[in-house]
């Protein structure tokens, strides 16, 4: 996700070439976060009255901050490779709990029946604590209610809000990397639709002092604009030219004056702050004022505005990125889709707290890659 943080460079992770050092991260890893999975559930019950993202929060933040992250390359892929080991290991409790989801019609027996045994025998917290931060930190919530409604009557199972989603264009689906909490973005959201990248951001991010976390999000949007037609680097000229070009292709008729107005106003900012004349790609949507000044930012955002593109695509690492313009079209895939609530830009819109205990886990199992 290069726009989210253009131009970073990772830190430089000492011990690169020390391979024996894999393994002993890899264990400390999956003992420390065993260790912490006790104090974290402890304030994951604690926040459970606030609602049950206030406890996945809680309960995150103290695996994030207690679990030991290796910081050779070797230990990260052995926990990777730990992980996905875990994952085939955890099956079996996951077929119990849904077993018992549906023969008791409770999701929160399903979830208990879940989570206890993994608990006593520390199964989940060594598997998490070997995955790193990843998909949602605390226990997943797999176990969908059936027969729960939300406040306004919606049918709270995951098929009915998936239904939803896609009656409400919420097609694209991956992953976000950060490194704090929030209720919506504040700028463009970037989804990826590789998990292993959104967690190098989120490892990124956790360097910096953050607590690492990978959302699962949706997103709609159209007209899109393919960051990956412009060279590495670019002139504001050829920017504007390649931006006209593809909302001419798309069929978008384009007021050629205030294009070229705009690209003035761009250009002007780019001479006062001394700038360019090359430029970074993502120079021209992360932190336009940087290099454009406030009026230069906001020209080129009117211009993706004038010309209809609701998102911005690139591939990144192999894989697809899009990031989304309009903080409206985002979702976290554990939000209710309320018809209602479709242009808010909180996240988690409509979003039906399901009981006090562990009502959290009857939400979604939307916790790790798919």
């Known amino acids: 996700m290069t726009g989210l943080i253009s131009g970073y460079q990772y830190p430089q992770r000492r011990w690169e070439g020390l391979p024996a050092l894999g393994p002993l991260e890899s264990a400390l890893s999956m003992a420390t976060g065993a260790l912490a999975s006790v104090p974290a559930g ?114 709270m199972d995951i098929a009915s809000r998936m239904q939803r989603a896609k009656e409400q264009g919420f097609k694209i689906e991956g992953y976000h990397g950060t490194g704090s909490s929030f209720p919506e973005f504040d700028r463009i ?105 406030k009026e230069g930012g906001e020209a080129i955002t009117k211009l993706m505005d004038d010309l209809g593109f609701g998102g911005i695509k690139m591939m990144e690492k192999g894989s697809e990125t899009i990031g989304i313009r309009d903080p409206s079209f985002i979702r976290s895939k554990h939000a209710a889709f309320d018809p209602a609530k479709r242009h808010s830009s909180d996240i988690l819109a409509g979003m039906a707290g399901l009981g006090f205990g562990l009502g959290a886990l009857g939400q979604e199992y939307a916790n790790r890659p798919r």
């Open 189 to 293: 959201a970037w989804i990826s639709k590789s998990p292993e990248l959104a967690n190098e951001y989120a490892y990124m991010r956790g360097q910096l002092g953050g607590d690492p976390n990978v959302i699962p999000l949706m997103g709609r949007t159209e007209n899109i604009f393919d960051a990956d037609k412009l060279p590495k680097t670019v002139t504001a000229g050829k920017f504007f030219d390649e931006a006209l070009a593809q909302a001419k292709a798309q069929g978008r008729d384009i007021d050629m004056e205030r294009a070229k107005s705009l690209l003035a106003r761009v250009k002007e900012g780019a001479k006062t702050e001394e700038s360019g004349p090359h430029y970074q790609r993502h120079d021209f949507w992360y932190r336009p004022a940087d290099y454009f000044g």
């Open 42 to 155: 402890i304030s994951g019950m604690a926040m459970l009255p606030r609602g049950p993202q206030a406890a996945e929060d809680a309960i995150g933040r103290v695996m994030g901050r207690l679990t030991y992250q290796p910081r050779s390359l070797q230990g990260q892929a052995a926990n990777y490779a730990l992980g996905r080991a875990g994952e085939v290991a955890e099956k079996p409790f996951d077929w119990l709990g849904r077993t018992a989801t549906d023969l008791t019609g409770s999701p929160f027996v399903g979830a208990m029946a879940y989570a206890v045994p993994q608990m006593l025998i520390g199964l989940g917290a060594g598997r998490r604590a070997a995955m790193g931060p990843q998909v949602g930190a605390s226990v997943p919530s797999r176990f969908g209610q059936s027969g729960a409604v939300s406040g306004s009557g919606l049918p």
